[in-house]
């Protein structure tokens, strides 16, 4: 069974500094690309960053750049979002999906989310 687990969500003041995991199970991500997104009450969900699962290449909102680093860890199967100098408007349930291949559209399994709070 194909499962994504996002962790490392929470409360952070602005400046502050967050590291979300997602954690896939039933299947090796060496092969998947993984996309990190964001949902922020009443707005549409954004892609936030992106890791290939060939060459490594990686993504990145323009409002992000500079401030976050996604990373994979293959032999942990897990994928990771370094997230400082966040800001107010970063708040979001933050979700990982996969796909196969390269970065794209048209993820497939998604994570059930974690919050992301900043907020002094």
């Known amino acids: 069974q194909v499962q994504l687990v996002e962790s490392g969500g929470g409360l952070v003041q602005p400046g502050g500094s967050l590291r979300l995991s997602c954690a896939a199970s039933?299947?090796?991500?060496?092969?998947?690309?993984i996309g990190w997104f964001r949902q922020a009450p009443g707005k549409e969900r954004e892609g936030v960053s992106c890791i290939s699962s060939s060459d490594g290449s990686t993504y990145y909102a323009d409002s992000v750049k500079g401030r976050f680093t996604i990373s994979r860890d293959n032999a942990k199967n897990t994928v990771y979002l370094q997230m400082n100098s966040l800001k107010p408007e970063d708040t979001a349930v933050y979700y990982c999906?996969?796909?196969?291949?390269?970065?794209?559209?048209?993820?497939?399994?998604w994570g059930q989310g974690t919050q992301v709070t900043v907020s002094s």
């Open positions: 999906a996969t796909r196969y291949g390269g970065c794209g559209a048209n993820f497939g399994s």
């Open positions: 039933g299947f090796t991500l060496d092969y998947y690309a």
